[in-house]
């Protein structure tokens, strides 16, 4: 019987391109390589390189062999990583929920290096409204939230502040809105507002509906688009719209109360429904070591 060494071997060779460079990055000496070929090649009675140069080159039937040997090895690797998550007691899922307006790219890449660091853990990632997510995390349906924080205590969750994020309010270049110097409520309450509101009809506590004439929507980027069509005018996390605002799409109101924006803060919900564990702890850890600022995730000062 071949064993997993023996297929270790072949595919090495196949991808350094001779026996000596495989040699060298198995750290083995080059006659236990060829041994290594020749004996997998008389178990399972199959030429799998031509020897007649000094490169050895694969045979027809070595061809066909090599990727069901790589498929093998990576099985083989597979259930290792298995065992020794099991042996550790790593989680097998990891939820995390993110309201849909903070989920970006910069955000993906800090928790990229989690997928290396526990390969066997299914990750699950969820973009949703802040009231969604905190159900989720009290639920135990997520560890984790990230969300906009408001200031009531969470007595059934974890909670660390991870930065703020602004707001602005904004309008269609052509809306009336735009027009004026300087924008108070009572001008506001004037025009048809775009609202942002979850499944369950929960609003924003800082950017709830104040005009009689309201559309909603459950989605920050959908009010975006609303905007930009001219249906009303709406409250917006900056980093959606600054672009459309630099390229004249989309007006920021000179608001009265709010001139240049408000802030909010942005927090890390951990869930205590399910036990902590070594993937949730390094999730934790890994988040806590960057801020939410001027509308980026940077590492924070130490």
């Known amino acids: 019987m071949y064993s997993f060494e023996q297929l270790n071997v072949f595919v090495t060779v196949c991808e350094q391109g001779s026996f000596s460079a495989a040699a060298r990055k198995l750290k083995r000496a080059q006659s236990g390589v060829s041994q290594a070929i020749a004996n997998l090649e008389i178990t399972i009675n199959q030429e799998l390189f031509n020897r007649e140069k000094n490169i050895p080159v694969l045979t027809e039937n070595g061809k066909a062999l090599l990727p069901i040997a790589k498929s093998i090895l990576h099985q083989q690797k597979y259930f290792d990583q298995k065992v020794e998550s099991l042996t550790k007691e790593y989680e097998h899922e990891l939820v995390i929920a993110v309201d849909e307006s903070l989920m970006n790219s910069e955000l993906l890449q800090i928790l990229t290096p989690l997928a290396d660091q526990f390969p066997i853990t299914n990750f699950d990632i969820i973009t949703t409204s802040t009231f969604d997510v905190e159900e989720l995390v009290q639920k135990g349906k997520a560890q984790v939230g990230i969300v906009y924080a408001d200031s009531e205590l969470k007595v059934d969750m974890d909670f660390f502040l991870l930065g703020q994020a602004r ?85 920021s109101l000179p608001v009265a109360h709010e001139y240049s924006g408000w802030l909010t803060p942005i927090g890390c919900l951990v869930s205590r429904s399910r036990s902590s564990g070594p993937v949730l702890a390094s999730v934790t850890d890994l988040l806590q070591r960057y801020c939410f600022v001027d509308e980026h995730w940077e590492l924070r000062a130490s």
């Open 167 to 251: 707001f602005l309010t904004i309008a269609s270049p052509n809306h009336e809105l735009t027009r004026l110097p300087i924008v108070q409520d009572s001008d506001l309450k004037r025009y048809r507002q775009c609202v942002h509101r979850s499944a369950k009809q929960k609003e924003l506590w800082f950017s709830y509906g104040i005009s009689a004439m309201i559309w909603y929507a459950n989605t920050h980027q959908t009010l975006v688009e609303l905007v930009h069509n001219g249906i009303g005018w709406a409250n917006v996390p900056e980093l959606l719209v600054k672009k459309n605002i630099q390229q004249g799409k989309i007006v």
